[in-house]
């Protein structure tokens, strides 16, 4: 397990026992989660991590407090292009807004860039708000091309 700033935070993959560590109450802060219970977040988990060769969630523990402070997921899409290549997709990238200024999420994104490599991947995915291009760009990744996106999700607009 790798440490960040020191041994106050330690970065690691996902783990069972997070949900009670935080897990939902940081994605909270980057979007909408609904109604995530443990019994339904064990059962995702369960199904992310039998699948660890296309999931890569990371998180980073705040070793003082034993609670979950940030999160990233790494999606590797199997493709026919480049010679059934992989592209890595960077998503869900929070990190909680009492450990922000550490540089926590600079390794998160560098640690699924890694990973990435690592499994191959020609190129890695990002989107982002326009107003946090500028923290993505400082993690390496360069503005390419745009991104569109349905009306639809279900039966929410996304916006």
Do not use: P
């Amino acid at each position: 397990m790798a440490s960040t700033s020191g041994d106050r935070f330690r970065l690691r993959s996902l783990q069972a026992g997070d949900f009670r560590k935080g897990h939902v109450e940081v994605l909270a802060q980057l979007s909408q989660v609904g109604n995530v219970d443990e019994a339904a977040w064990q059962e995702r988990f369960q199904v992310l991590s039998s699948q660890q060769d296309v999931y890569k969630i990371m998180v980073i523990e705040d070793t003082t407090t034993e609670r979950i402070v940030a999160t990233a997921t790494l999606l590797i899409e199997l493709k026919f292009l480049r010679s059934s290549g992989k592209c890595g997709h960077i998503e869900d990238v929070v990190v909680d807004n009492s450990c922000r200024g550490y540089g926590l999420g600079l390794r998160l994104i560098q640690r699924l860039v890694d990973l990435a490599e690592e499994a191959g991947c020609y190129k890695v995915i990002l989107d982002c708000a326009e107003s946090n291009a500028a923290f993505y760009a400082k993690a390496g990744l360069a503005r390419k091309e745009v991104q569109m996106v349905s009306g639809r999700a279900g039966n929410a607009l996304v916006l």
